[in-house]
Nanobody, 118 residues
């Protein structure tokens, strides 16, 4: 049984930083791309960024230069370092084990809430 669990969310002031963690159990992650997504209140879920199996990363324009995704395959962990946070970054953040092939099985966590506010 594959499980994906995010942690590290919370309340942070604008301009602050937060590091989210994603732990995957029941599966190795080394061969999988891993994605971070977010869903703000009243909005659709959107891609924040992806780290592929070779640790190459791609980010949404809205977070480029502020967010960094990394992975530790030995620990089956993926991280999202968020700097210079803005109120519009407020959302539930989700981690996803991406499908190995198009249309294949994916696994999502339940999300962790990040609130950026004074």
């Amino acid at each position: 049984q594959v499980q994906v669990v995010e942690s590290g969310g919370g309340l942070v002031q604008p301009g602050g930083s937060l590091r989210l963690s994603c732990e995957v159990s029941g599966s190795i992650i080394i061969i999988y791309d891993m994605g971070w997504y977010r869903q703000a209140p009243g909005k659709q879920r959107e891609l924040v960024g992806i780290i592929d199996s070779n640790s190459n990363t791609n980010y949404a324009d809205s977070v480029k230069g502020r967010f960094t995704i990394s992975r530790d395959n030995a620990k089956n962990m993926v991280y999202l370092q968020m700097n210079s946070l803005k109120p519009e970054d407020t959302a539930v953040y989700y981690c996803r084990r991406e499908p190995l092939v198009s249309g294949g099985r994916d696994y999502w966590g339940k999300g962790t809430l990040v609130t950026v506010s004074t």
